[in-house]
């Protein structure tokens, strides 16, 4: 049952989706794994403007699949009209369960532990919980409660993250550190451990593609898709660069190493523990916001699923507010099994290669589709192509290829998911064959 979209979305709104989704656990979560293997501020530094132009080169890409396809889904929608559905299905299940459920999870779980300075006796797995499905509730009572509430949230996370590096570059409490480079750091950059850390990196950003998910509700897709993702990937490029170097510039190195609350540590190196606690539940409030731009975008995603397979359109049917209530609460389901199953450090790392692999086919479908249908109206053109498209999938199957070598365990988790994913297209393919006759 295919239903007339509804467009309400403008690109403000579209904009803070894309911010609000990438600035969040990553950012706050990931500088103490990277420094386990790189004790160098240059190379880290590096990993995130590097990371900051793999997103920005996909975008690009993704920007002109949105422009041919202008219509909710995301990589489920482009990858079943482009290459096949079942390709587009195993893509929309990944998306809905690890590109959307378990970030909300994993930014509901960095919520609680930032809120343990401030609470000690709070239980990390009750508090997130308790994010979750408030957040479910108010996204799922109805569109403008849910556009205000994204809006605002994004504009005080940034306006957070701002104030932090403005009072850390006047503070005289500084490490003595060197963003040049010596001769070993160029040699990390090609390393093996610069391109398994670029997982982290990546997790980071993702997110940069949001908007695509909600393009059937975003007002002139064809101008504000382009704008949204844009502006968003580079301002969060921007505020990650300058974070991660305040983070280092404030706070020892060796205290960062292979912890979590990076945000928190090195607010109480710049304010003392008192105000750190302060920074440590607005960082909580923060990550709020990312965990509700999941929220909001995943059950979109299910919805085009149920819209295309019968035994799945209890998913695709909105209520009278105009939203997939069915899909909110198959989203929440998602959510709190993962809540309840899973540890923070491997749904972390199970998501970011998941992630890479989906949209770096994502982006190879591109030059399929300018090969299959090179006169399709497209408003949007990739710049720099085929360029930008290129380095994008390059880099990502270096980035691949490395952590395949060093991490297999958690790489074989994500082929399994998507083995899983083929196969229960299959299934359902035949149920529906069976159904209709």
Known sequence: MNQKPYRHLDVSTATSLVIASMIGTGVFTSLGYQLVDIRSVFVIIMLWIIGGIISLFGALSYCELASAFPKSGGEYYLLSKIIHPSIGFVAGLVSATVGF????????????????????????????????????????KGL?????????????????????????????????????????????????????????????????????????????????????????????????????????????????????????????????????????????????????????????????????????QIFSKNDNNGLPFNAFCLQLFISLVFIFTSSFEQVLLYTGITLIMTTTITVCSLFYLRYKNPDIKRPYVTWGYPWTSLIFVLLNSWVLYYTFKLQTFESFVGIGLIIFSFGLFYILKKANKSYAS
Not at 105 to 134: C, E, G, M, Q, R
Not at 220 to 236: A, C, D, H, M
């Open 101 to 140: 459920s378990a970030p909300a999870v994993l930014a509901a779980i960095a919520f609680a532990n930032y809120f343990k300075p401030l609470f000690p006796s709070i239980d990390t797995t009750t508090a997130a919980t308790i994010v979750i499905l408030l957040l479910n509730i108010l996204h799922a």
């Open 144 to 312: 403008r409660i849910g556009k205000i509430f994204q809006e605002w949230t994004t504009i005080f996370k940034i306006l957070l993250i701002l104030l932090f590096i403005i009072i850390a570059f006047f503070s005289p409490n500084h490490q003595d550190i060197s963003i040049f480079p010596v001769d070993y750091d160029f040699r990390l950059l090609i390393s093996p451990e610069f391109a398994v850390n670029l997982v982290w990196v990546s997790y980071a950003y993702a997110g940069w593609n949001s908007s695509i998910y909600v393009v059937g509700e975003i007002v002139q897709p064809e101008k504000n898709v382009f704008r949204s993702i844009f502006i968003g990937t580079l301002t969060v490029m921007v505020l990650y660069v300058f974070l991660n170097y305040v983070f280092l510039l404030i706070t020892p190195m060796n205290d960062l190493i292979g912890k979590v609350e990076v945000g928190y540590l090195s607010a109480s190196y710049l304010l003392g523990d008192g105000l750190a606690e302060v920074i440590s539940f607005f960082i909580g409030l923060l990550l709020i916001s990312t965990v509700s731009s999941y929220i909001y975008i995943g059950p979109r995603i299910i919805q085009a699923i149920g819209n295309d397979h019968e035994r799945l």
